[in-house]
């Protein structure tokens, strides 16, 4: 039986590294959440006289004279929060605090809002139902497919008509521009931890490209896992399409 003793042993050390990470992931998480709040408040380029009037503009759609690369950022903000509540509404059954004010709030205050749930949460590798008409909602691939559409359209907007200097020079001068270009980059490299429970409730745990797939491309990534994702599988259920 000695030919087993490496196999243990190899088991043993991937279930304690992960167990390390596990205990370690709501530390980095608060930290990283209190080191958002401190550099937006502290640290970012001062708000310009013009921002409350930008916002309304970019909300309501007037955007004559607005860089185009902004219109994307600010419009990109609005598909993460959505993206997040077809993960996140489906991991929060059974935790907590619920996922849900989280998710709410990740609309108006991106990562800030939804950095307490992520640290907070406890790993759930498995569904907990009942799988109510929101869930089923969240866990459609049509939607995951709606936001696909949306999210290449909106970085297809920035890349092809954008003004990437003007974008730069905005990005080191304004607060509103500059805090909203790190949420992205916050939401972006955040999905992952909710990804591995979210694959292993949908068997799909030993395709772990799909993290590399996912980070390679921003926002588009994760909406392309959730418009081909199986959908997740109530008790009474197998794995379905």
């Known amino acids: 039986m000695t030919y087993l003793h490496p196999v243990i042993c190899g ?23 209190l080191g ?10 001062p708000d310009q006289p013009d921002t409350l009037d930008l916002i309304r503009r970019l909300s309501v759609g007037d ?16 598909i993460w929060p959505m993206v ?24 108006a205050l ?3 809002a939804l950095l307490p749930y992520l640290a907070l949460r406890q790993p759930q590798a498995k569904f907990l139902g009942p799988k109510t008409a929101l869930l089923r909602l969240v866990d459609a691939r049509w939607l995951g497919g709606v936001l696909l559409v949306g999210a290449i359209a909106v970085l297809g907007l920035g890349l092809v008509q954008g003004d990437w200097a003007a974008f730069g020079q905005q990005w080191q001068t304004s607060r509103f521009i500059h805090v909203t270009g790190l949420d992205f980059c916050a939401l972006w490299l955040l999905f992952p931890t909710l990804l591995r429970d979210d694959l292993a409730r949908r068997w799909l745990a030993q395709h772990p490209w799909i993290y590399a797939g996912v980070l ?12 081909l994702r199986p959908r997740v599988a109530e008790a009474s259920e197998g794995v379905g399409g």
């Open 11 to 33: 088991y043993s050390y991937r279930l304690v590294k992960t167990q390390i990470l596990d205990a370690m992931r709501p530390v980095f998480l608060i930290a990283l959440w």
């Open 36 to 45: 958002l709040i401190a550099y937006a408040a502290i640290l970012a380029p």
């Open 63 to 78: 955007w004559g004279g607005i860089n185009p690369a902004v219109i994307a950022l600010f419009s990109a903000m609005g």
């Open 84 to 107: 997040y509540a077809c993960v996140a509404l489906i991991d929060g059954q059974g935790q907590r605090p619920p996922a849900w004010p989280f998710v709410v709030g990740c609309f």
């Open 110 to 112: 991106g990562a800030v």
């Open 216 to 227: 390679a491309l921003p926002l588009v990534g994760a909406c392309l896992y959730l418009g």
